[in-house]
């Protein structure tokens, strides 16, 4: 499996941004795909899942409202929609297939650059 992110960028505090994960590969159904994110001097934070058959997800609590994660299973492609972005938002965002406990994956994209200026 092999995943590639896009969309990340620099916005203003309250602004919107919406990554995108290309994935190829075969991506079984009962994976749980994801977003994580990583700021300086920080640990590796899970910040969205969601399972590839059902769809069901599950939000970290710092973005419970703000972030919506999504998938578009016919082309192979998961989605983070960020809205009312904060400073604190502030990593680089990866995307994840096959997710196990806490931070663990099977299967990790190259990242990509969330900036949100104050």
């Known amino acids: 499996v092999q995943l590639v992110e896009s969309g990340g960028g620099l916005v203003q505090a309250g602004g919107s941004l919406r990554l995108s994960c290309a994935a190829s590969g075969r991506i079984l159904s009962t994976y749980i795909m994801g977003w994580f994110r990583q700021a300086p001097g920080k640990e590796r934070e899970r910040v969205a899942a969601?399972?590839?058959?059902?769809?069901?997800?599950d939000y970290a609590d710092s973005v419970k409202g703000r972030f919506t994660i999504s998938r578009d299973n016919a082309n192979n492609i998961m989605y983070l929609q960020m809205n009312s972005l904060k400073p604190e938002d502030t990593a680089v965002y990866y995307c994840?297939?096959?997710?196990?406990?806490?931070?663990?994956?099977?299967?990790w994209g190259q990242g990509t650059q969330v900036t949100v200026s104050s």
């Open positions: 994840a297939a096959d997710l196990g406990a806490s931070i663990a994956a099977a299967y």
């Open positions: 969601i399972k590839w058959g059902g769809g069901s997800t």
